[in-house]
């Protein structure tokens, strides 16, 4: 396996993830009250999630995360799509993404001072199917052979669809860890980042220390980044410093905004401060993370903070 990272790292010290995908798309108005989120624009509105790719690649992300993330096979198939229909989408998802990023790159001057970005297929929680916040809980009720074998056929259409690799977000509980590690030793080919929610500085949703997730982690050769997201940018430090010390792999935090989502009332609460962004990610990569981004209610001007402090190239090399 090659990692797809490693690059990136040598050229220019750290990873730009890019940010919020489906708030992004509320923020221009469209309506993700449905069970599907962002999916649904998978069927709805395609060129909307295309154009916020290339949005974030233009404010300087160093990857493009497809809108998979809630979207599914039995839960497209809710929604009235064949099986057929339903994996049609999963690719349509992460062909956007490609898209987006061909044209990018197809213009020259956006090539200056970078290397080419990456394509990333968003495997979501269990509980993101659920549609009912348990993202953040993990309360599941199902094992960890139970949940593989949910996750698998997504999981082996993500594998097989031309993304450069997977990655595993918010996910909450150490049985869906254990799932995924599962998974990930199926498709030894595909590298993949896996990140979890946090209900504090040292422990997943379900309250496993997350030290004991990437330790889990750790020996996966696949694996290329352990780390956090969906989770607020003042735990960030604490969780950096759990992570190393479980593991050698590169460490992702792209937390949220700052606020919190209410799942009884379906709304944000708290405060974004988007000015401090770039500031604070800077001392996430001087403790030792290596890739880093933003997640629910973050923008693209949150992610031009971060690029316009990764330092400079340490390489003289034209991408």
Known sequence: MIDPIKPFIEYQGVFVVDGGLATELEWRGYDLGDE???????????????????????????????????ATIPGLMRRG????????????????????????????????????????????PYGAYLADGSE??????????????????????????????????????????????????ETPQMPAWVSFSARDGAHISDGTPLAQCAALLDSIPNVVAVGVNCTPPYLMPDL???????????????????????????????DTAPSEYGTISREWRKMGAALIGGCCRTRPAHIRQIRDRVPEPRMGMDS
């Open 36 to 70: 599907l989120w962002s999916a649904r624009l998978l069927l709805e509105e395609p060129d909307a999630i295309r154009q916020v790719h290339s949005d974030y690649l233009g404010q300087g992300a160093d990857c493009v995360i497809s809108a998979s993330y809630q």
């Open 81 to 124: 799509l064949s099986k057929e229909a339903a994996v049609d989408l999963l690719r349509l998802s992460v062909r956007l993404a490609q898209e987006a990023r061909d044209e990018f790159w197809a213009v020259k001057a956006n090539r200056v001072g970078r290397l080419r970005p990456l394509v990333v297929a968003s495997i979501g």
């Open 136 to 185: 953040y809980t993990g309360n599941y009720g199902l094992s960890a052979a139970e949940l593989a074998d949910w996750h698998r056929p997504r999981w082996r259409i993500l594998a097989d669809s031309g993304a450069d690799l997977l990655a595993c977000e918010t996910i909450p509980s150490w049985e869906e860890a254990q799932a995924l590690a599962q998974l990930l030793r």
């Open 240 to 270: 950096i410093t759990a992570v190393q010390s479980a593991t050698r792999k590169y460490i992702i935090v792209y937390p949220n905004s700052g606020e919190r989502y209410d799942v009884v009332h379906k709304c944000w609460r708290g």
